[in-house]
């Protein structure tokens, strides 16, 4: 008994101490690619079909630039106002475009590289409540807690990006909003960064900021740390004339962008699965060959996000099954393209976190995940179909993603993994058991991960300790986070400039600095 207890207290001991990058069990850009809900033919048709949508149907509303560029390009505009596509014109597009994009943080250590089937996860959403769970509330969503969803994400370890979760809804002006967006998610997180923008002129204006914080234009070109996305297209097949100008913005001051294309099967895309993979992908590549259009090579992720309808009555689903199955899907395409790709996965329809949550984020996180999606957007803190946001399910969703990547990293087979001699070993000269064998302990780290959440005591160890309960863990450690983690990454003087150009809400000592 003392030699069990001493080695357990070992185990413990270890599996508490920090480890080492390069020894984790998961580490953000595994590859997926596991699972292929498509069949090669089922692709070739998908694929077909994204040519036939672009050269048949084309796109309506297209602004005067865009019309320009993109017949320059070798676009066609119709007389019946729709801008069309050939297979030429798109292949000509993919023949100059990115096929790998790195996002930057303002710390290095953070930069993501999307390629092939690598996958992170980032946050995304305009929630515009706030699911708080702590004081059993739904509310309105302000710049505090923006800031606050950015210093949160900045400690997950399994989310690689930071892209913006709420509306500043404390705030009117659509301007003060955008540059307060930006400023929030720029002071709460060194990692890559994601926003968007309500008109082109905000955008110009917020280069000011991102010149300043980088430290010139010529710094913020060479490492930008934010990205536009871009809601270009509204489904089915319509152009957004203000996006597009924030499109055009984005790409002339070197900002990658986030081609973002958000039908819902069932309302504005096709019901069928298929037909909404195959719609997305359309408008995505329509995208992809203005952006080429205006400056060939520009950095740019493809972003097919359709959701999912309730058919009984229209609400959207983000939790449904059929959300996993329709994000793997089109990021099987994503693969099939070698092209950059984003899906969002990983919502809930639930209003709190509990086991509705839990059990629907997992499973559709795991399917985009699985299929090699570079970035699965939206996939912690999201409720209620996007309509809120939590900062405790944060913490909590950390867990799940990591036990997702431990599923898409699998099982290493090899000489030394197969065990043979250690099998051998225990079984005839050892104790029977493999507890306290020396390659146990090696590969404790490495080969298990642990959550920092989810209870694995027994029941009665469980009732001594109180009968803890997840969420009231999470809220402990989500205050501990808030009252303490101030990052200082910007500069007071920085800081300060700031707030002289523009009309930042958030005080100084609400991000640490009085």
């Known amino acids: 008994m003392a030699r069990r207890a001493g080695g357990r207290q070992a185990r413990v001991a270890l599996r508490n101490a920090p480890l080492a990058e390069d020894v984790k069990p998961v580490q953000p850009g595994l590859s997926g690619g596991q699972y292929r809900p498509l069949s090669d033919t089922d692709i070739a048709k998908i694929d077909d079909a994204v040519y036939r949508i672009l050269e ?23 007389d019946d106002g729709r801008l069309r596509m050939s297979r030429a014109v798109v292949e000509k597009a993919l023949s100059m475009c990115q096929r790998e994009v790195t996002l930057h943080g303002q710390d290095p250590k953070y930069d993501l590289h999307l390629a092939g089937q690598k996958v992170h996860f980032s946050t995304a959403g305009a929630a515009v409540m706030i699911a708080d769970a702590e004081n059993d509330d739904y509310r309105d969503s302000t710049s505090q807690d923006l800031y606050d969803l950015a210093r949160l994400t900045q400690e997950c370890e399994h989310l690689s990006m930071f892209q913006r979760m709420c509306v500043l809804r404390d705030i009117e002006d659509n301007n ?23 008109v082109a002129e905000n955008l110009e ?111 959207m689903s983000g939790g449904s099954p059929e959300q996993g199955l329709l994000s793997a899907a089109c990021m099987q395409m994503g693969n099939f393209y070698n092209l950059p790709s984003g899906t969002a996965c990983g919502m809930s ?8 949550a839990g059990a629907e984020r997992s499973a559709n996180a795991m399917a985009a995940a699985l299929s090699g999606a570079n970035l699965v957007y939206e996939s912690a803190g999201m409720y209620a179909s996007l309509l ?127």
């Open 349 to 356: 329809d639930a209003k709190y976190p509990d086991f509705q």
């Open 56 to 78: 048949e149907v084309g796109f309506g509303q297209a602004t005067p630039h865009c019309i320009e560029v993109c017949t320059a390009f070798g676009a066609v505009m119709g």
């Open 388 to 514: 809120s946001c939590s900062k405790e399910s944060l913490l909590m969703d950390n867990d799940i993603l990591g036990s997702v990547m431990r599923v898409v990293r699998g099982v290493e087979v090899n000489d030394e993994t197969l065990s043979i001699d250690i099998i051998k070993d225990v079984c005839c000269n050892g104790p029977g058991h493999y507890l306290g064998a020396d390659q146990t302990l090696s590969v404790m780290q490495s080969e298990y991960i642990y959550p920092e959440f989810s209870d694995r005591n027994s029941p009665n160890e469980w009732n001594e300790n109180g009968r803890p309960k997840i969420l009231d863990k999470a809220i402990r450690r989500k205050n501990e986070i808030l009252a303490s983690h101030f990052p200082d990454h910007v500069s007071d003087a920085v800081d300060q400039a700031i707030r002289e150009k523009f009309n930042i809400v958030l005080s100084r000592e609400a991000v640490g600095r009085e």
């Open 205 to 315: 204006k917020s280069f000011e900021m991102l010149h300043m914080v980088a430290g010139s234009e010529e710094a913020w070109r060479a490492r930008p740390f934010v990205s536009q996305s871009n809601c270009f297209v509204v489904p089915p097949m319509k152009f957004a004339e203000d996006a597009l100008e924030c499109l055009r913005v984005a790409v002339e001051g070197g900002m990658p962008v986030l081609l973002l294309s958000a039908a819902q099967a069932g309302a504005t895309a096709p019901a069928n699965l298929a037909g909404a993979t195959a719609q997305a992908w359309a408008e995505c590549l329509g995208g992809l060959v203005y952006v080429n259009a205006i400056k060939p090579g520009a950095p740019a992720i493809l972003g097919t996000w359709p959701f999912i309808s309730d058919l009984r009555t229209g609400a």
């Open 176 to 198: 003060d909003m955008d540059q307060n967006t930006l400023y929030a998610s720029i002071m709460g997180t060194t990692k890559p960064i994601g926003s968007s923008w309500t």
